[in-house]
């Protein structure tokens, strides 16, 4: 299975011919050309994670392949065919299958109202949380993808949650809002958390892949 991050939090997952795409939003360019897309998933409402544009695009290609997405997202998106998915569900779209972990938003500040989020966990093998630290418990993750740039990030929290994951290797995404200093810092400390279990890091820029 190979694994493609782009601007921001967007991934794309390729494996057996067919593509899952993963959050795709207002920072992230128009995807261009995908291969067999046969899922969308959207980890909560915020824009930096979905848009209208994205997903016409995506669906002016692909028409009715499932999009998977909280509550939130399905009250927020209201003009799509949203399949609801919450913490302990399990979808099956070949050749992905899809395990969903955590339920709601890590905390920007008490003014702030906190969303419903999902992580997911694709074929056992990759996991992402979204905009949240939920650690798929008892789940041995080959490939991580790990926030480094938040509102409502700390870099020692994204620290703890690596070294609780313990993935054999991990690299950064939602990081668009850091300057490149900052985000290789996170990074770094990113990679420094998974050696503590014998992991690595995987430094990815805007379309670089790597396979797990």
Do not use: C
């Amino acid at each position: 299975m190979r694994v493609t991050k782009f601007e921001h939090a967007t991934l794309t997952l390729f494996n057996a011919g067919k593509t899952l795409v993963v959050d795709p939003g207002s920072f992230t360019a128009p995807l261009g050309e995908l291969e067999s897309v046969v899922a969308i998933v959207i980890t909560h409402e915020h824009a930096d994670h979905w848009t209208s544009d994205h997903l016409d695009r995506i669906l002016g290609t692909f028409p009715g392949i499932p999009i998977y997405g909280p509550e939130g997202v399905a009250k927020a998106a209201a003009d799509y065919d949203i399949t609801i998915v919450r913490p302990g569900d399990v979808m099956e779209v070949e050749p992905f299958r899809l395990e969903f972990f955590g339920g709601r938003h890590a905390l920007i500040h008490e003014s702030v109202p906190v969303v419903d989020n999902v992580g997911v966990l694709v074929n056992d093998e990759f996991y992402y949380p979204g905009d949240s630290y939920a650690v798929p418990e008892g789940r041995e993750v080959k490939l991580l993808a790990a926030p480094v740039g938040a509102p409502w990030l700390k870099i020692g929290e994204a620290m703890d949650f690596v070294l609780a994951v313990a993935p054999r290797r991990v690299f950064g995404t939602h990081d668009l809002t850091l300057s490149v200093a900052g985000r290789d810092t996170g990074r770094l400390r990113l990679g420094w958390a998974a050696e503590q279990h014998g992991g690595e890091l995987v430094n990815l820029d805007p379309g670089d892949s790597t396979d797990v």
